[in-house]
């Protein structure tokens, strides 16, 4: 079946360092790949997608490419901010119908001023 | 667009006791998703609605726990006779088509 595999946090940086976070997936067919993020005490909420190879996901200084061939979708933003602290999610949403989507464990970044 | 709505945010029960949370998904969503989710993990998958029709149910969901979406728009999920491994966040997601729009969630601890 289809699954996701995230590095494992914490992650911890300094304000304004290099951020990357490894997503990797399996699935069959042709996947749309999302990052979703939980702040404390919230639900999660989208970040970016990405739906087709080659594809780049932006939003708020994060980005994320569908690598088909690597089968990733890693994370990254160049200068976090205290504010990015929070769980970030990688999940796939299968093109074979099921509607379900499947999501990793998360990982937890944390900036420090 | 409100957004997704989850009622209570917290409950507090004993073992054995029912308990039963309500989700209201953004109006035009046909699509309703409950979720279950503790510490370190990510949202596991306990079953979805396309309007009034219940679609799937994770395997793994016990007898104890059913789900309704009777009109195709809010929907409740009812866990039967509590047990201390059911304290959890419980989350409801809407969409329309890939994107999931979550719920705060309603945090679940049973004594």
């Known amino acids: 079946g289809d699954s996701v595999t995230q590095m494992e946090g914490p992650v911890t940086l300094s304000e304004e360092a290099c951020l990357t976070i490894?997503?990797?997936?399996?699935?069959?067919?042709?996947?749309?790949l999302f990052w979703y993020v939980q702040y404390p005490g919230e639900g999660l909420q989208l970040l970016l997608k990405?739906?087709?190879?080659?594809d780049k996901g932006s939003n708020k200084g994060f980005e994320a490419t569908y690598r088909k061939e690597t089968t990733s979708f890693h994370l990254e933003k160049g200068s976090v901010q205290v504010s990015d602290s929070a769980v970030y999610f990688c999940?796939?949403?299968?093109?074979?119908?099921?509607?379900?989507?499947?999501f990793g464990r998360g990982t937890s970044l944390i900036v420090h001023p | 667009d409100t957004g997704v709505s989850q009622n209570p945010r917290h409950k507090i029960t004993k073992r054995g006791q029912n308990v039963t949370f309500r989700c209201d998904p953004i109006?035009?969503?046909?699509?309703l998703y409950w979720y279950r989710q503790t510490l370190g993990q990510g949202p596991e998958f306990l079953t979805y609605?396309?309007?009034?029709?219940?679609?799937?149910k994770s395997r793994l969901l016990s007898d104890r726990f059913s789900a309704e979406r009777p009109k195709g728009s809010f929907s409740t999920l009812e866990i039967q006779r509590t047990e201390q491994g059911d304290s959890a966040m419980y989350l409801c997601?809407?969409?329309?088509?890939?994107?999931?729009?979550f719920g705060p969630g309603t945090r679940l601890l049973v004594l």
């Open positions: 997601a809407s969409s329309v088509e890939e994107t999931q729009y």
């Open positions: 490894n997503c990797t997936y399996t699935a069959t067919g042709y996947p749309s």
């Open positions: 990405a739906t087709k190879a080659d």
């Open positions: 999940a796939l949403f299968s093109s074979g119908g099921s509607y379900i989507p499947t």
């Open positions: 109006s035009e969503h046909n699509r």
């Open positions: 609605f396309q309007n009034e029709a219940q679609l799937e």
